[in-house]
């Protein structure tokens, strides 16, 4: 009797086991249903029904202090990591700059993942244009990003360039700092002295590499912040070109700008290519080699004065940027407006300062008020913040 009744519910064990699985499936749906956002195979998915980005300035917050989640990767383990940022390796002690999270006012920025991003960007192309401060956003997304690739990804520090094979993914540096043709376009190669010369009506010679871009970020401020700037008419390597001297004013940022947009409404495939355009990276003028004060030395906290702006920021050369892309979109292109000014004016704490490498002096030889750079951004830091609030818009987009 016994034998019949084992041979029994060895008959009946695999339909007990798969009304077991369709019991624990039917409640984890149910635990899952009221949530907003799904995650499957670490890949974070926001549903339409999701309007944070429409309903939430995420450029108007507060930084708080935060040990436990920040930073979001390390130093030492980002090995595409470039030195003028690595702050720790070259020296810089107090660390505390690497722990504080942007918090929005009115909602949370959401968490970055890696595999979402590049899911999203699969056969895409994404290419930073503008100066080192957009190399140095580059470097922080790349660094973001590492974790989540393969070890073997195709990179190219000269040309700035990182290709993922397994998304056949893209993301790319162009190192344009006036975004119109200039004399200081060599990526490896330029000078930062205030002998320079653009042709402020030129584009074509830089837009070629940016033309089948998916997603475009641009960036130019600090190279118009020098108190003269020579404009020429012409080609820089014929001898009949015009040149002419003139004082820095607004008037040549917002020509500039304008050649900029005409060739965005001209060439860039509007249903295809996602555009964006940061707003300055803030810093007080001085005499440093990087043309700021140097009152980043020694500061250890962020500012937390909300009324507090960087007197190296020209709102009247913010207010063109502002007046171009409406006038942009007014003709049919979008450009997103990524107005990182204010939240990163409080980070005097996050900048390298000294503690970058000089080739010929010894840290303790290297004199704050010449050589303290109060411009860049310190890895882990400030510029993954901004990466976080272009993660949310691409994710969204």
């Not at 207010?319 to 450009?335: A, D, F, H, Q």
Request: hydrophobic letters at 40%; a neutral charge.
């Amino acid at each position: 009797m016994g034998v019949v009744r084992w041979k029994s519910a060895v008959k009946y064990f695999p339909l007990a086991i798969v009304l077991m699985s369709c019991v624990v499936t039917a409640l984890y749906l149910i635990n899952n249903a009221a949530s907003n956002v799904v995650t499957q195979e670490n890949l974070v998915i926001f549903k339409e029904s999701d309007n944070t980005i429409s309903s939430c300035d995420f450029f108007s917050g507060k930084w708080v202090y935060d040990d436990v989640s920040y930073p979001l990767y390390k130093e030492r383990e980002c090995t595409i990591m470039e030195d003028s940022f690595a702050c720790e390796k070259n020296g810089r002690k107090n660390l505390k700059y690497q722990n504080f999270r942007w918090q929005p006012h009115q909602c949370d920025l959401p968490r970055f993942n890696g595999t979402a991003l590049l899911e999203k960007l699969r056969n895409k192309k994404l290419i930073f244009v503008g100066d080192s401060l957009g190399r140095n956003q580059w470097r922080s997304l790349l660094c973001l990003i590492e974790p989540y690739i393969p070890p073997l990804a195709r990179r190219d520090g000269v040309l700035h360039n990182l290709y993922v094979k397994e998304y056949n993914v893209t993301i790319r540096a162009h190192w344009s700092p006036y975004l119109v043709e200039s004399d200081r376009d060599d990526p490896k190669h330029h000078k930062a002295d205030s002998k320079r010369t653009i042709r402020f009506q030129s584009i074509e010679k830089h837009g070629r590499n940016w033309i089948n871009a998916d997603v475009l970020i641009f960036d130019t401020f600090a190279w118009w912040t020098v108190p003269d700037i020579t404009l020429l008419w012409g080609s820089l390597d014929k001898f009949d070109a015009i040149y002419k001297q003139v004082k820095i004013s607004v008037r040549e940022y917002e020509v500039a700008l304008n050649s900029w947009s005409e060739w965005l409404e001209f060439q860039v495939d509007r249903n295809r290519t996602k555009i964006f355009f940061m707003s300055a990276s803030p810093f007080r003028l001085g005499k440093t080699y990087w043309g700021t004060s140097p009152s980043c030395y020694n500061t250890t906290k962020p500012i937390f004065d909300e009324t507090y702006w960087a007197n190296g920021v020209d709102r009247n050369m913010m207010e063109i940027v502002e007046s171009t892309i409406e006038k942009l979109e007014e003709r049919g292109v979008k450009v997103e407006y990524m107005n990182i000014t204010q939240l990163s004016g409080y980070r005097e704490d996050a900048h390298p300062s000294i503690y970058r490498p000089f080739a010929n002096f010894a840290l303790r030889d290297i004199t704050p008020e010449k050589y303290a750079d109060c411009l860049h951004w310190c890895l882990p830091g400030v510029p993954d913040i901004w990466n976080q609030i272009l993660y949310a818009y691409i994710m969204k987009s």
